[in-house]
């Protein structure tokens, strides 16, 4: 986990990638991320060491709640303060950019900002098809749950123009913020893999039907960032299921097997700077509040396979420990791993993992409020947990999380 690593362009000096995290920390009234997200970030910044930002969301048609956008000057200008920080420690920072589809609620076209843009406002789809009912989103005005949204199919001329138009757009946004590389999102039923996956695509156009018409819009966005990033520099974030696993937000597909196997093949042509796949070990969240019973921390690797029909790196996401982590890497199953949760409450992850250091456990609870502080930048570093200040967070020893890969029977 401690050797260097080329990522396209990106020269890095360890292999423990910070995973992308929403966390819904975001101003209220402009969606620009703001002084404590530079301090999160900052935090978490290692000397050539990489951070892949919280999912980033392109334009006002995608909002997802208070995750901070990359649309306007003010967002830009947040996400400037952030890179210069993270550089400042010697680390390096990609941007995710986000399309969240029909996961947006639509309450959240009143928002004054968005509103006030003149732009499509959520909520859209590559089908008119709507999350299943029990799937509820938090409406803007009363801030409560409330059933999904119904999403309109996006026009096949809007695809081809405007949609790609903001993936460019975001993109080039993030080249004068900074950035290192940007990340498409692809993964976890938002808008790309919507357009992926058979159970939502019910188009008959050129964006619908068989496999290859299905990346189409997945394809024209990768080369619309690339001509504002080069190729060295964009990558895509994948999420492949298989039928004896859990889906994201319902986003089914007749044969994923076969899906995602033809989906990163394809991808190989671009020779991107890496690819993000996540391991499909996500049971929603009601088994995974614990580290210290998470079975998810146990299960076996699932998208091994990936190396056999992509030549280019790959980083692996999703329930790894130390002990599956290192072990991954040195079997050459992925060529670094993206830790999540490990990230959130320890901000000296890299440091810890390469002493043995004992882990702060987190708190899931405080993974998504809207509270700048809390669950955010209050986590210790190593050999500050004995302050008072810090009692409310535990630790465990790392060789307490899960099972290696061996013992999970790889």
Same mark, same amino acid.
């Given at each position: ?17 910070? !995973? ?32 892949? &930002? ?13 995750? $901070? ?9 947040? =996400? ?18 986000? #399309?969240?589809?029909? @996961?947006? #609620? ?5 928002? +004054? ?11 859209? @789809?590559?089908? /008119? ?17 409330? $059933? ?24 080039? /946004? ?6 290192? /590389? ?5 993964? #976890?039923?938002?808008? %790309? ?17 068989? *496999? ?32 004896? &696993? ?30 993000? %796949?996540?391991?499909?070990? =996500? ?7 614990? +580290? ?11 998208? !091994? =396979?990936?190396?056999?029909?992509? @030549? ?11 002990? @599956? /982590? ?15 949760? =490990?990230? *959130? ?15 702060? *456990? ?14 955010? *930048? ?9 302050? +008072? ?7 465990? #020893? ?13």
């Amino acid at each position: 986990m401690f050797q260097p690593l080329q990522l396209g362009a990106l020269s890095l000096s360890h292999r423990v990638v910070m !995973a992308p995290l929403t966390r819904t920390r975001a101003a209220v009234d402009s969606l620009a991320p703001g002084p404590t997200a530079v301090d999160y970030y900052q935090q978490r910044a290692s000397k050539g060491g990489l951070i892949i &930002t919280e999912a980033v969301p392109i334009s006002p048609e995608t909002p997802y709640e208070y995750a $901070p956008g990359i649309y306007t000057k003010e967002q830009e200008a947040g =996400w400037k303060k952030v890179v210069d920080a993270v550089h400042a420690k010697g680390g390096l920072i990609c941007m995710q950019m986000w #399309h969240v589809g029909r @996961s947006a #609620h639509a309450s959240w076209g009143k928002h +004054p900002l968005l509103k006030s843009l003149g732009r499509p406002l959520p909520t859209v @789809s590559s089908s /008119a098809v709507p999350l299943p009912a029990q799937m509820v989103g938090l409406d803007f005005e009363t801030k409560k749950p409330s $059933p999904p949204s119904m999403p309109r199919a996006l026009e096949a001329e809007e695809i081809r123009t405007r949609l790609v138009d903001d993936y460019r757009k975001a993109a080039e /946004a993030a080249k004068r913020a900074g950035f290192d /590389a940007v990340e498409i999102h692809a993964a #976890h039923g938002y808008l %790309l893999n919507q357009f992926l996956c058979d159970g939502v695509n019910k188009r008959t156009d050129e964006y619908g039907g068989s *496999i290859e018409n299905r990346m189409r819009a997945l394809h024209e966005v990768v080369r619309a960032v690339i001509t504002v990033f080069g190729h060295d520099r964009v990558a895509v974030r994948i999420s492949p299921t298989y039928k004896d &696993t859990n889906t994201y937000y319902n986003c089914n597909d007749s044969n994923p097997e076969q899906l995602y196997r033809e989906v990163i093949r394809s991808l190989d042509q671009y020779k991107l700077a890496y690819l993000l %796949l996540s391991e499909p070990r =996500w049971t929603g969240g009601k088994g995974n509040a614990d +580290p210290r019973t998470d079975s998810g921390f146990s299960q076996p690797l699932r998208n !091994a =396979w990936a190396k056999e029909v992509y @030549s280019s790196k790959i980083i692996g996401a999703g329930g790894f420990t130390p002990a @599956s /982590a290192k072990e991954t890497i040195e079997k050459g199953i992925y060529d670094a791993v993206a830790f999540g949760r =490990w990230f *959130i409450s320890n901000p000296d992850l890299p440091e810890r993992l390469r002493t043995g250091a004992d882990l702060n *456990i987190y708190d899931r609870k405080t993974f998504y409020i809207h509270d700048p502080v809390k669950g955010y *930048i209050d986590y210790p570093f190593a050999g500050k947990e004995s302050d +008072p200040k810090f009692a409310k967070y535990q630790t465990m #020893h790392q060789k307490d999380i899960g099972n290696s890969l061996e013992n999970a029977k790889l």
